[in-house]
């Protein structure tokens, strides 16, 4: 077995992560050369952590490092399974004695800032070699390519196959600017290691794409390189600090978003441990028992199929045995019989894409693998998992059981805050059931569910990149979002509102005056109908929130509702559907004038005016000429809303047209005199099938602006309208669906006109 040398007795082995043929390859190695110093590539600025490292975790685990400044915060994950050649590396070289070094740069570097996962495969940078390489080999992606040449194939030769693959696929193309800052600084590492090691072998195990620029890089004279070189410190204002983390083999999967290319970790954990030929077996028996357990038929017919269809697709590939493509798509044709909308998953690259068959759905997941990793008791934590485990113990929350809040006490309130405040850092353990929300009447009572996670720990740790404490963390994390944020009025909004279910005053001022400088400039109706809302809520429902009546968010309203108005004058659609985003911003607008316009001097007179111009405008959209009217009729104005409605009664604008009305004033609708109802009544009898049709599902979205309450007020009306004597509540319970009912009515219009053209049938059906 050959590998590439330089002098000096320097071992470069250039690998892709994650991959079982390249951690033997590695392993075999280091028995053969006992190094004295084994490089690999990895965080540098854990080599004092060695120990940590190594201890008696459950893989897989991850190095996760996490660094915020004034400008960026940077997360990134160095993940470790059984079968990553770096994880072999650094075991098999403890065990014969030789020093362990990381060589990379820390993740916090700007080298590696746009890198979310430092084992990511380099395809981008050879794309053209791979596809070249995939159309010569008859493969469908890098994938399939790498199993073909390297994973199924003999350990004979695996070497010089790895480096001739690495060398064409990095060819004579430059790497980018941070790679080369990369290898430089690897590079003097390993100069530096061959220095010290004086003769003794070096291993140097590193991605392929990397390897040949260390060859090159280190093929000169080393005499300055004595001392191991610096590792680079975070900024002065910088906080930056790496923790292990528990990972999983769903974190892992390239299926699921992984950046990093090997996909269905649990088959090359069995590749690992097995083989590939018993890997393959095992594969098609854990496919087999995921589809049973999920109530798919799979049947000892269906397994015999798959297996000899997996036989002749490795054959006519020339596998010795069969790979893991061969063996899916031979389970695809025994079990799949329906025709496929989209790509195998395994024949592209990427996440699973929606509306993905079942089956596959099952087999991925089955490739997959449910393993979760556990750190060892002894693995130190970031002050944060300390300090999470101390407030849930303070506030009396049990991870255990559910929470049933008041939040007008203060113990329940201030665990609500807790849990919110959990809930921002995105750490697992609750999940809110019932609570207060944004444009609903104020609620006084919280329930929290018990929500709990395998990667709950993990969560937290990645969590203790923000701050040592719960206050600490969400802090930073709010501050993060609302600079990242930026104008964006809708997420600042809903921002605003988590500020205040989190306890945070402070930022919850700075976000309403991010809030504030954005409303002037904001073109989006819908997201300044939302911060309007929210900021109303908090205006008015001070013993929740203790934000009522405060100048600042008065301000806001007042800004936020003249914009608004501003806005809806400006919209231009004649056939447009119902949007019920710019609804609510109406209705927002609707209730600042009702609850907050004698305090805050809004002008009542000033909107009237517009809803007037709005609804009579033929060029408006037909939902928003419906809402202006319901906008003033709900405003003390009353309209001729009878009268309105006929001139909208066509079947294309008459639904679109009463969603807008409905959901500015259903209850004056309700109410009133039932004069609307009784003429939205006679339009729909006069409306043949067709037309009805055509109505039907508008009409039913505007409706569904009532509750139930309301719309058996409806019922009745309609009722007393027909002269019905049975109970209003049968109306409401259709046992067929009514736009199945609609549609049948114009099948048999379309059937009486074909009988009556050709002379077969004539008069009244009935």
Known sequence: MSTVEAPGGVTFLGVRHHSPACA??????????????????????LNGRMDELLLDHELPIAVFTAHRDGTRRHASWSPFCAYSPEWVALTAGREVGAQLRFIDLPAWHPALSD???????????????????????AVDNVDALWDHLFEIGPDDGLAERLDTYFDVLRGESAAGADDTAREAYMARWVRAARRRAAGRPVLVVTGGFHRPALVRLTAGDDAADDDWP?????????????????????????????????????????????GPRRA??????AVAARLRTRRQQVSTADLIAARSMAGGLARLRGHAHPGRV?????????????????????ATRGTLAPGAHPVVVEMVAALSGDRVGRLHPDTPLPPLVHDVDAELARHRIDPHEAAELDLTAADDLARSRLLHRLRLLDVPGHVRERGPRVGADALLTERWSPAPSADRLARVIEAGGYGPTVLDAVTARIEERVTLLGADVDALATTLFDTALAGLPEHSNRTLTAIARATGSVTDLRALGRALAVALALWRHDRLLGSAGTAPLGALITAAVRRALWLVEGVRATAAPADPGRLAALVAVR??????????????HGALAVAGRVAADPAAPPDLRGAALGLAWSLGDVPDAARAVRAVAAPDTLGDWLSGLFALAREEVVSGDAALLTVVDELLAAMGAHDFLVALPALRQAFGWFPPRERAEVARHVQALHGGGAPPGDLLRLDADPLLVAAARAVEERVDAVLTREGLWEGDRT
């Open 591 to 604: 209730d600042a004038v009702r609850h907050a316009g004698p305090a805050l001097g809004l002008d009542r």
């Open 280 to 285: 393959a077996e095992a594969l098609t028996e």
């Open 326 to 346: 061969d063996v899916l798509d031979a389970l695809v044709s025994a079990l799949v019989t329906d025709a496929l909308d989209q790509p195998l998953p395994w």
């Open 115 to 137: 890198r979310a996962n430092r084992y990511a495969d380099a395809d981008q940078r050879y794309a053209e070699a791979v596809r070249r390489l995939c159309a010569t080999l």
């Open 24 to 45: 033997r390859l590695v392993a075999a190695t280091v028995a053969r050369l006992r190094p004295a110093y084994v490089l690999v590539e990895g965080p540098a600025d």
């Open 230 to 274: 610096e590792v680079p410190a975070p900024a002065p204002d910088a906080v930056a600090g790496s923790y292990l983390v528990p990972y999983s083999f769903r974190r892992l999967d390239a299926f699921v978003g992984y950046q990093s290319g090997m996909p269905s970790p649990a088959y090359y954990q069995r590749v690992w441990e097995d």
